[in-house]
């Protein structure tokens, strides 16, 4: 469901962007999307304003893999109640007959809101695979970065890695899903950056969606505040009750 609802916003997402952001490469662009294979030199394919979404398809990157299309999508400055940047494709195939692995970059930079201060950081990706092999395998890390470095991978806040093999599912069957929640402290502005590393046996064929999210921890004297109406409720509802 959330996959489906992604995929839907990335697309009506694309058609504007056509229409209206122009193509990669942008000045003052700081969206960027980036792939690099078998872990090398990462090569930037689209970039465009913060804030917006990055695409790229392909029917051969580096004469390996067919990029039905990937996507990245940000908020940034990011809005109530959340910051958040997310990584998806439609389909990749390796067209090989060896196993390749693509990595998939994207970061923004300018996040401002949640304010400095404490944080959750929810991170999770989950897909589907196409062609099974039993070399499949998937990999994702997302990074808040303090100096509010593009692509930075550095913390102080990170989803830390998240990995699973994927040579027992079967064509047409779930990722099993992977994520957590970690806290940390931010200061403003910062970045975000996401990572996926997808390994394709011969003629694997995968899809994934990410999503990355930082939102504001209460502090404890809010927390005590939204608590502290508890008691009189508790008189009011036993009042009513002894009225009745």
Known sequence: MLRRRILSLLLSATSI?????????RAEANLQLALAVDGGAFSVVDSEPSGTIVTFGSNNFGGIFNIQLVAGTS?????????????????ISNNTGDTHSLQVLVGDTGFTFPPAGAVNLSSGIGGSVTTQNANNAISY??????????NGTTGPLTSGLLSEGLGSVPNGQPIPPLGNNRSGVITTPFSMTGLVSATLGAGGELNFSTSAVVTAVPEPASVALMFS????LGLVLKRRRLQA
């Open 17 to 25: 962007g056509t229409i209206f952001l122009g193509g990669p490469n």
């Open 75 to 91: 908020n940034s400055p990011g809005n109530a109640p959340q910051a958040e940047l997310n990584i998806t494709t439609l389909k």
């Open 141 to 150: 890390q997302t990074w808040v970065n303090n100096n509010n470095s593009q």
């Open 229 to 232: 109406g508890l008691p009189v």
